[in-house]
């Protein structure tokens, strides 16, 4: 179903704010653009999240989308693991390369 006019004004003006502004506003704003029943579409849907036009059985459900729970406890540790790893890594990037390049860090020929 295509958006209208409205739709794609709403889209546009969501984008620029997720983008420039990084706020959950613009995620909304995209979501309320493309929804034909702003809302109410997925409590209406409840517990099928992807309802399927052929068959009822071939519905994608809250139940029977989830992981086993071991799959989820694997998840949670590597989460708890990994994480603060990343987040290491990222501020030693920055504090690694935070000093500006200038012309006698450039003219140094042992670097090269």
């Known amino acids: ?16 704010l997720a983008l ?5 506003l613009g995620a909304f704003l995209i979501r ?3 929804s034909p029943n702003p809302g109410f579409s997925e409590a209406g849907l409840y517990p099928a999240l992807l309802p399927s036009s052929l ?10 989308t989830q992981s086993s729970p071991l799959t989820l406890t694997i998840m949670l540790g590597v989460a ?6 990343v987040i290491l890594y990222q501020a030693w990037v920055y504090c690694r390369f935070s000093e500006p390049v200038t012309v ?6 042992d670097l090269y």
């Not at 179903?1 to 620029?16: D, E, I, N």
């Not at 068959?55 to 029977?64: E, K, P, V």
């Not at 708890?80 to 790893?85: Q, S």
């Open 32 to 34: 309320l653009a493309r």
């Open 55 to 64: 068959d009822a059985r071939f519905s994608r459900t809250a139940f029977n």
């Open 20 to 24: 420039y502004l990084a706020v959950p």
């Open 80 to 85: 708890f693991v990994m994480v603060p790893i």
């Open 1 to 16: 179903m295509r958006a209208g006019p409205s739709g794609r004004v709403l889209r546009l003006l969501g984008g620029l």
């Open 104 to 109: 006698e860090s450039l003219e140094a020929e």
